[in-house]
């Protein structure tokens, strides 16, 4: 009996320090910055690849400026809708969750944030900043 709880004991500190020396796994931050000119978006390449099975990507905008409305969502490589679509105004340099509620997020697999216009009749703006898919 004494053996056997030494013998638990045992196995549940060496499988304790297996799990312990597992490396952690940190999620990719990107920079971005758009240009919207008469609705359009002019973007860059503003790929990540999502590190966990979180549901949600982060966009912080850091520099926001111009006129009228435009917005943001996350696709797949493949240019498929994943997550919802936010809205941000001229000036407002906020921190904003998009839920991964079009598609799952799958860690490993790269996303791009896509940037549109709200409205038509926006002449010219920009929002940069990072997000993490």
């Known amino acids: 009996m004494k053996n056997t709880k030494k013998r638990i ?3 549940l500190l060496g499988l304790g320090m297996i799990f312990a020396s597992g490396s952690a796994v940190s999620a990719q931050t990107v920079n971005f910055t758009f240009r919207f000119y008469s609705g359009n978006a002019v973007e860059g390449n503003h790929t990540a690849t999502k590190a966990d099975w979180e549901q949600r990507a982060y966009v912080t905008t850091t520099s926001v400026g111009g006129t009228g409305n ?6 797949t490589a493949n240019g498929s809708m994943a997550t919802e679509y936010r809205t941000w105004t001229a000036g407002e340099v906020n ?12 860690p490993g697999n790269s996303y791009r944030l896509h940037g549109q216009a709200d409205s038509s009749k926006l002449a010219a703006s920009n929002g940069s900043g990072r997000w993490t898919p």
């Open 9 to 11: 004991a045992a196995a």
């Open 70 to 75: 435009f917005g943001f969502r996350v696709r």
């Open 95 to 106: 921190n904003k969750t998009l839920a991964y509620s079009i598609l799952t997020g799958t």
